[in-house]
């Protein structure tokens, strides 16, 4: 079984802050796929990074960074100088890349509200 | 333009009605995916087509029936619905379904049904 845990629900910052969402999964597979998408006010959910389970170096992106620990079964997401247009609910998700069912199971996702 | 479509973005409809919601990418991509959210779920998977065949009913109920007639194009027929199945469906594209790994799915701006 698959699990993807996104303890906080809701956090709201001010803008220029920094905020990490963490992301927490569980899976019995060696070979998984992590994944973040950023569904804004919109409704249409947007992919932001995928990483593969042998892949741990920590990727950067503009004002976006994630940090993932195999150690601690941990794909964290990181906003730098945060602003207005961050506000949006982001889910983490996990997929396995073997054994038949490569089911996209996403955390409950966790609203950021960034006030300016 | 976004890369996928979803037609139309409302629907309001009796528990006695039929009705169809449509998908349609433009990324050329080869597997599309139906999924529901709710606000009291996480987003969960309902079906996969992978090259025009469902490879995935995630066991969902009969009144919902899937329909891939091609590669870019994804329905999703409605027929006597309870008001528990109101909620935001959700439709996404990926390169393609592969035991080798999980593709990045982009999704379409959703469909927000209510049944009354």
């Known amino acids: 079984a698959q699990k993807v845990t996104q303890a906080q629900t809701e956090i709201s910052v001010v803008e220029k802050e920094d905020v990490t969402l963490d992301c927490v999964y569980e899976?019995?597979?060696?070979?998984?796929?992590l994944f973040w998408y950023k569904q804004p006010p919109s409704g249409e959910l947007v992919f932001l990074i995928r990483r593969n389970s042998f892949d741990e170096q920590n990727e950067i992106s503009g004002r976006y960074s994630w940090n993932f620990q195999k150690s601690t079964s941990s794909f964290n997401f990181t906003i730098t100088a945060s602003q207005v247009v961050d506000s949006a609910v982001y889910f983490c998700?996990?997929?396995?890349?073997?054994?038949?069912?490569?089911?996209?199971?996403f955390g409950k996702g966790t609203k950021l509200t960034v006030n300016p | 333009e976004t890369g996928v479509t979803q037609t139309p973005r409302h629907l309001v409809m009796g528990m006695t009605n039929k009705k169809s919601l449509k998908c349609e990418q433009h990324l050329g991509h080869n597997a599309m995916y139906w999924y529901k959210q709710s606000a009291k779920k996480p987003l969960e998977l309902m079906f996969v087509y992978n090259f025009k065949e469902q490879t995935e009913n995630n066991s969902v109920p009969s009144r919902f029936s899937p329909e891939c007639p091609n590669s870019s194009h994804l329905f999703l027929h409605l027929h006597t619905l309870q008001p528990e199945d109101s909620a935001l469906y959700l439709c996404?594209?990926?390169?393609?379904?592969?035991?080798?790994?999980?593709?990045?799915?982009?999704f379409g701006p959703g469909t927000r049904l209510t049944v009354t």
């Open positions: 998700a996990l997929s396995e890349g073997q054994g038949g069912s490569e089911k996209l199971v």
């Open positions: 996404a594209s990926s390169q393609e379904w592969s035991l080798a790994g999980a593709y990045e799915q982009y």
């Open positions: 899976t019995r597979d060696t070979t998984y796929y």
